[in-house]
């Protein structure tokens, strides 16, 4: 359901929900340019499949795509005691 996964989306870390539907206002790619968050937004039913979403995510790719999101993994593998520190 749009309203739950907003509820999760909102409160997810490393996501930002941006969604304005009066002012048509949704994630473009120039508002993550920078950000370490990943935006989205205009999240809706999928017409074509009934437990299906559809929503817009925006990323800077440089940060999240690639050296952030490589700390990101490393610090979880750590925490959770897969990888050793040497």
């Given at each position: 359901?749009?309203?739950?996964?907003r509820?999760?989306?909102?409160?997810a870390?490393?996501?930002k929900l941006?969604?304005?539907?009066k002012?048509?206002?949704?994630?473009?790619?120039?508002?993550?340019?920078?950000?370490d968050e990943?935006?989205v937004g205009?999240?809706?039913?999928d017409?074509?499949?009934?437990?299906?979403?559809?929503l817009w995510?925006c990323?800077?790719q440089?940060r999240k795509g690639?050296a952030?999101?490589a700390v990101?993994?490393?610090?979880?593998?750590?925490e959770?005691n897969?990888?050793?520190r040497?």
């Amino acid at each position: 359901d749009p309203d739950e996964a907003r509820s999760i989306l909102a409160t997810a870390p490393g996501v930002k929900l941006v969604e304005d539907w009066k002012a048509n206002y949704f994630p473009m790619p120039i508002d993550a340019s920078g950000k370490d968050e990943v935006l989205v937004g205009r999240i809706r039913q999928d017409i074509s499949h009934a437990n299906g979403l559809e929503l817009w995510l925006c990323g800077d790719q440089i940060r999240k795509g690639a050296a952030l999101n490589a700390v990101q993994i490393a610090e979880l593998l750590i925490e959770k005691n897969w990888l050793k520190r040497k």
